[in-house]
């Protein structure tokens, strides 16, 4: 995902005449694959090296050429026998893509003198994103009564490149020890930031207090440093994304109701629920 792709190969007319004209249409199925960044080009070389083509018709995911005069090399025809060469490059942008080829030649694409077709599925590279717990530690803390700073540490455990990178990443921290778990109702948090910058807490509910912290499209730079935390892999702009062995750090002040606790009530690493939320490579919300 987001690579960027070249395919060559070779159309060869295996008739016994000769073509002045050869009709190429490729179907990504996906308008993306011919929009920027990274839209799709295609070069052909019949014996003079490659050739940038414009792109005779364009339709939803679907462009097609038409190859005459210097593009079929210097006698203007592919001849029986013939075999050119095309070149396409593009950045990936679905999941398991496949593309349908269509090449035809003769004299008109309505009446072709003969037509093949060819498929190419482009197969993905491996590596998977993983969460397993929150780590945390507390920071300048005097006791219970005071309000101390809560440091969360949520790992992306995954492996591989591209493909082992959260995206849109969501830190979840709720009082409890499974997705059911209810929430805090002696603490409250407040300053929720990532490496000093305020983002906000999206959790709410009138009986509990819990952590729900959604990057997605909200930190226009790099609130962390250059390689640690948070980054723009997907280049959307934002940096909501979060590499394979990476951590992000979610910073927050815990304020502890001593009125009717006593100040009993410590955050203790067996009951809690850390979880995080994020789109991976392929799209899929986990
Ligand atoms: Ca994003
Ligand atoms: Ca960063
Ligand atoms: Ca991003």
């Not at 013939?82 to 004299?107: D, M, P, Q």
């Not at 498929?119 to 969460?131: D, K, L, Q, Y």
């Not at 609130?223 to 640690?228: A, C, E, Y």
Request: net charge negative; proline share 3%; with cysteine.
């Amino acid at each position: 995902m987001g690579d960027d792709l070249v395919r060559t190969y070779t159309l060869k007319n295996g008739g016994l005449t000769a073509s002045n004209k050869v009709f190429l249409t490729i179907d990504y199925g996906d308008v993306r694959y011919l929009q920027a960044p990274g839209s799709a080009i295609l070069e052909v070389d019949a014996g003079n090296g490659f050739i940038a083509l414009t792109p005779e018709n364009t339709t939803a995911g679907k462009v097609s050429y038409v190859l005459q005069g210097n593009d079929l090399g210097t006698d203007n025809l592919l001849v029986n026998g013939e075999t050119i060469t095309l070149r396409e490059s593009f950045k990936v942008k679905t999941c398991n893509l496949t593309t349908h080829y269509t090449a035809a030649w003769g004299c008109d694409a309505a009446a072709p003198c003969q037509e093949v077709h060819k498929e190419n599925i482009v197969t993905m590279a491996a590596g998977a994103p993983n969460f397993s717990k929150v780590d945390y530690e507390l920071v300048d803390y005097v006791n219970l009564c005071t309000p101390y700073k809560l440091k969360l540490k949520y790992k992306n455990t995954g492996s591989g490149g591209a493909m082992g990178a959260m995206y849109d990443v969501g830190l979840i921290f709720k009082g409890g020890t499974g997705p059911s778990s209810i929430g805090f109702t002696k603490h409250s948090f407040s300053n929720c930031n990532i490496g000093g910058n305020a983002i906000a807490n999206s959790f709410t509910n009138p009986t509990y207090n819990a952590i729900d912290v959604k990057t997605a499209g909200v930190f226009n730079s790099d609130p962390d440093g250059n390689g640690i935390g948070l980054e723009d892999l997907d280049g959307d702009g934002f940096y909501d994304d979060l590499a394979p062995g990476a951590t992000v750090e979610l910073e927050v002040t815990v304020t502890v109701d001593n009125t009717t606790m006593g100040c009993k009530e410590p955050l203790h690493e067996a009951y809690n629920y850390g979880k995080m939320s994020f789109h991976t490579a392929c799209d899929n919300q986990e």
